[in-house]
């Protein structure tokens, strides 16, 4: 039966303070947080912590839709897009791409690209970190094998975006740097992350043969 928990009470007004926080210091990722809290210590009041178990998955998932603050993009993004930069250029170089780089910027004779925040690849990370966390709840098996899946995507998404960057590049100087940076630039991240999707999906596989 269903009971409930006091413990939850606690959790709401947890939620209340950061919202009454956020609107006092213009914090709007505090507000945003407030909301799955407020959810989560509700819930908790009303069906109690044995119920609160079984839909703990469903609810740590609505996490993922809170935006990340300003700090923590730019702490990441940075690292990410020198990252990119790098790897992407050292890709071209193998391919006989006659590519340079200083930083993020990249330029070969026709084509010139700077990897800015946006293209660094973190919204995709936390999209991707959405679907692993969906894939590794579902994959069967152990914890350990969870987390596996959970923690593929990283690198297969900053594998993705490297990937994009080289084949823009590549688009830029043998095409054009208008068909590069307007039509294959919008719609590549589409493609990459149905890639990145299936990719999960192979590596969840893979995980549950070797158990």
Same mark, same amino acid.
């Given at each position: ?109 026709? !084509? ?5 925040? %946006?293209?660094?690849?973190?919204? /995709?990370?936390?999209?991707? $970190? *959405?679907?692993?966390? &969906? ?47 307007? !039509? ?5 991240? %589409?493609?990459?992350?149905?890639? /990145?999707?299936?990719?999960? $999906? *192979?590596?969840?596989? &893979? ?5």
């Amino acid at each position: 039966p269903v009971q409930v928990c006091v413990w939850g009470l606690p959790v709401l007004g947890l939620a209340l303070l950061m919202q009454v926080a956020s609107e006092w210091a213009s914090v709007t990722f505090l507000k945003a947080l407030a909301l799955p809290v407020a959810i989560g210590g509700l819930a908790w009041y009303l069906v109690g912590t044995r119920m609160m178990r079984v839909v703990l998955f469903p609810y740590l998932f609505l996490y993922f839709a809170v935006p990340w603050p300003d700090f923590a993009i730019e702490a990441i993004s940075v690292p990410l897009q020198h990252f990119s930069a790098a790897a992407s250029t050292m890709l071209l170089g193998l391919v006989g791409v006659p590519i340079e780089r200083e930083g993020v910027h990249m330029w070969t004779p026709r !084509f010139d690209v700077e990897v800015a925040v %946006p293209c660094s690849g973190i919204r /995709s990370m936390v999209a991707i $970190l *959405g679907i692993a966390a &969906l894939v590794g709840y579902l994959t069967q098996g152990k914890l350990w094998a969870k987390g596996v899946v959970f923690l593929a995507g990283i690198p297969i998404t900053m594998l993705a975006n490297v990937l994009r960057i080289a084949a823009i590049v590549v688009m830029g100087h043998y095409v054009s740097q208008e068909f590069a940076m307007t !039509f294959f630039h919008d719609y590549s991240s %589409p493609f990459l992350f149905f890639i /990145s999707a299936l990719s999960l $999906l *192979g590596v969840k596989k &893979l995980v549950e043969k070797v158990q």
